[in-house]
């Protein structure tokens, strides 16, 4: 999803045109946390088959580009691309999160419902410009690193990374490290 841009670029008197790729973020680009109702549970990695079939049912009757994503145990983070004039990402999430829930083997669903999986709240937020999509990028591809689930980000098989659909540059942006917010010795060797 690029735009070519022509220059002018001066040259020994002369004038010729260069091209050149800009990244672009189309409208409508939405980044998505989503947990599940039990912090300890594992059930996304456990049935990400289910997870992918609810997604791929949703996409076909509501489309949307999943630019983005990494699934964890109790969580996912998506970076979603909504058609031009609609906005509706609730609908979509809704659809995503109830049919995953209908589907879920019963012995780890403990009800049939929405509410007792997922967790009521999504947290969104709307992607501004390039550099806010590199963060929410390096967001997906460093949380399994961050949740102490691999050493590399490579190495986590859940995640965009592995399908070649990230749009994020080679070199992802550099960040600090999370400094923990409690004294606990273990907490601190996790967070490097």
């Given at each position: 999803?690029?735009?070519?841009?022509?220059?002018?670029?001066?040259?020994?008197?002369?004038?010729?045109?260069?091209?050149?790729?800009?990244?672009?973020?189309?409208?409508?680009?939405?980044?998505?946390?989503?947990?599940?109702?039990?912090?300890?549970?594992?059930?996304?990695?456990?049935?990400?088959?289910?997870?992918?079939?609810?997604?791929?049912?949703?996409?076909?009757?509501?489309?949307?580009?999943?630019?983005?994503?990494?699934?964890?145990?109790?969580?996912?983070?998506?970076?979603?691309?909504?058609?031009?004039?609609?906005?509706?990402?609730?609908?979509?999430?809704?659809?995503?999160?109830?049919?995953?829930?209908?589907?879920?083997?019963?012995?780890?669903?403990?009800?049939?419902?929405?509410?007792?999986?997922?967790?009521?709240?999504?947290?969104?937020?709307?992607?501004?410009?390039?550099?806010?999509?590199?963060?929410?990028?390096?967001?997906i591809a460093s949380s399994p690193v961050q949740a102490g689930l691999v050493k590399r980000a490579a190495d986590w098989p859940f995640s965009?990374?592995?399908?070649?659909?990230?749009?994020?540059?080679?070199?992802?942006?550099?960040?600090?490290?999370?400094?923990?917010?409690?004294?606990?010795?273990?907490?601190?060797?996790?967070?490097?």
């Amino acid at each position: 999803m690029g735009s070519v841009y022509l220059l002018l670029t001066k040259s020994r008197d002369k004038w010729r045109m260069s091209n050149f790729q800009r990244r672009y973020v189309p409208e409508h680009t939405h980044f998505f946390t989503a947990r599940l109702q039990d912090p300890a549970s594992d059930m996304l990695v456990s049935q990400i088959g289910l997870l992918r079939d609810a997604s791929r049912t949703v996409i076909k009757r509501w489309p949307f580009e999943i630019a983005g994503a990494v699934i964890l145990p109790n969580k996912l983070h998506m970076i979603w691309v909504l058609p031009n004039g609609d906005v509706d990402f609730a609908k979509r999430w809704r659809l995503v999160k109830s049919t995953f829930a209908r589907h879920a083997p019963a012995s780890l669903s403990q009800g049939t419902g929405s509410g007792r999986i997922w967790h009521r709240s999504l947290w969104h937020h709307v992607i501004r410009d390039i550099g806010d999509y590199d963060r929410h990028m390096h967001v997906i591809a460093s949380s399994p690193v961050q949740a102490g689930l691999v050493k590399r980000a490579a190495d986590w098989p859940f995640s965009s990374l592995h399908a070649g659909t990230e749009r994020v540059p080679p070199e992802l942006p550099r960040t600090t490290a999370l400094v923990p917010s409690n004294p606990c010795p273990k907490a601190a060797v996790r967070a490097n």
